[in-house]
């Protein structure tokens, strides 16, 4: 673990030393003594340099002809802790790094946190913490089996919960019936195998529900809602996406549990300690909520094209415990309000719900066709 340390630390500046024949020189100047930690992962290539309570004063990168380095950018997976990543033009199989700190001198008045790289065949990871890291990150592709993706779709609620109601309109039987015109749509084109989180009504636990969606390897994962607020002239259809302060939360809620033996967008985690188990999360995590972010704003376009009731903002993100699926992009829609008189007669109407399930069903054909054509 990193040792706790009661002051800031700036990130003042990132350069680069003059190439030599087979080692690279990045150098990360800061205002005071660094603990630091650093990976290497794979596919695609990247330097991870974890910094405790740093803050990111650097300028951003420029250095569009650096013979290693792509980019690199600042985050905070985590409250305390500062990280660099570097995406590198090296194979992380054909280099070694090292790393280590320099004081201040009279050439320069910050601490300087040196990171050697060495192209090399050997696959030795040489860090700070003498630790071994070189693990593979997946690239986002659905699992297709026989040219058919696999989408879940979530009716909010059921069984002792109804959700929202409005005299004898309960949101649970909304959403039910809603998955069902869905379920249709989809099975319709051929494209899809869907699986129902609550096919009838019956209460089912939010956790588990992300459980069968993972259990049966999906590629989406949609759930329906319909709001009720005190306002009842409000309508027209949101989709929420995971808010990225949740995301982290559930990361480190993830990495930290006691016995981690789920397979992460592919990868075990079972095997890693705690601080790669962290990271590879967290990477999953941002890929997938990238992607759920695509599919949101790709609904919002055929709700409009079909002429379909939007709130002004329509992309709304939020912790919702069914969106924390680290490895399948997931959005929850909530249809309507059934608090607006009018809107609940029409959420309540077959004719209704088929129209939404089209334009769903059209969105989410037009997010494969982008995978497909690699613009993904």
């Given at each position: 673990?990193?040792?706790?340390i009661?002051y800031a ?7 680069f ?11 990360i100047?800061?205002?005071a ?6 990976f290497?992962?794979e ?6 340099v974890d910094?405790p309570?740093s803050n990111?004063?650097a ?9 290693i380095i ?7 997976p ?7 990543v570097f995406?590198l033009k ?8 090292t ?6 001198s ?5 601490y ?5 790289i060495?192209?090399s065949?050997?696959r030795e990871?040489?860090v700070y ?11 986002r592709?659905?699992?297709i089996?026989?040219n058919?993706?696999t989408i879940?779709?979530?009716?909010g609620h ?9 005299g004898?309109?309960?949101e649970?039987n909304i959403?039910?019936?809603l998955?069902k015109?869905l379920?249709?749509?989809?099975e ?8 129902l989180?609550?096919p009838h009504d019956?209460f089912v636990k939010l956790?588990k529900r992300?459980?069968i969606?993972r ?6 994962f949609?759930?329906l809602?319909?709001?009720?607020i005190?306002?009842?002239n ?14 982290d939360s ?9 016995n981690?033996?789920?397979?992460i967008?592919g990868?075990d985690l079972s095997?890693?300690?705690e601080?790669v188990?962290?990271?590879?999360i967290d ?6 909520m ?14 409009r094209a079909n002429?379909?009731?939007?709130l002004?903002t329509?992309?709304r ?7 924390k699926?680290?490895d ?6 909530e249809?309507g309000f059934?608090?607006n ?10 004719t209704?719900?088929r129209k ?9 054909n037009?997010y494969?066709?982008k995978?497909e054509?690699?613009?993904l």
């Amino acid at each position: 673990m990193l040792p706790q340390i009661a002051y800031a630390n700036d990130i003042k500046n990132i350069r680069f030393g003059k190439p030599k024949i087979d080692t690279h020189r990045i150098v990360i100047e800061l205002s005071a003594d660094p603990d630091f930690k650093s990976f290497l992962l794979e596919n695609p290539s990247r330097l991870v340099v974890d910094i405790p309570f740093s803050n990111f004063k650097a300028p951003i990168f420029s250095d569009t002809n650096n013979p290693i380095i792509h980019d690199y950018r600042f985050g905070k997976p985590k409250q305390n802790i500062g990280r660099v990543v570097f995406d590198l033009k090296l194979l992380v199989s054909s280099i070694q790094t090292t790393s280590f700190v320099l004081k201040p001198s009279a050439e320069s008045k910050n601490y300087r946190l040196i990171v050697d790289i060495k192209t090399s065949k050997n696959r030795e990871h040489s860090v700070y913490t003498g630790k071994v890291i070189n693990i593979p990150l997946p690239q986002r592709k659905p699992s297709i089996l026989n040219n058919i993706y696999t989408i879940a779709i979530d009716a909010g609620h059921g069984g002792k919960d109804p959700g929202a109601i409005n005299g004898r309109t309960r949101e649970k039987n909304i959403t039910l019936s809603l998955s069902k015109q869905l379920k249709q749509q989809l099975e319709r084109t051929g494209r899809y195998k869907v699986i129902l989180t609550r096919p009838h009504d019956k209460f089912v636990k939010l956790r588990k529900r992300v459980n069968i969606a993972r259990k049966a390897g999906a590629d989406l994962f949609i759930s329906l809602h319909a709001d009720k607020i005190e306002r009842r002239n409000v309508h027209g259809t949101s989709i929420y996406t995971l808010s990225e302060k949740a995301s982290d939360s559930e990361s480190a809620k993830l990495a930290k549990r006691e016995n981690e033996v789920d397979i992460i967008a592919g990868i075990d985690l079972s095997h890693e300690d705690e601080d790669v188990a962290d990271i590879l999360i967290d990477l999953a995590m941002r890929d997938t909520m990238n992607h759920s972010n695509v599919l949101a704003n790709t609904i919002i376009t055929s709700f409009r094209a079909n002429r379909l009731d939007l709130l002004k903002t329509a992309h709304r993100s939020a912790g919702f415990a069914v969106l924390k699926a680290p490895d399948i992009p997931s959005v929850l829609i909530e249809a309507g309000f059934i608090s607006n008189n009018k809107e609940a007669k029409l959420l309540n109407s077959i004719t209704h719900q088929r129209k939404i399930a089209k334009a769903i069903a059209n969105s989410i054909n037009m997010y494969f066709t982008k995978i497909e054509n690699s613009s993904l």
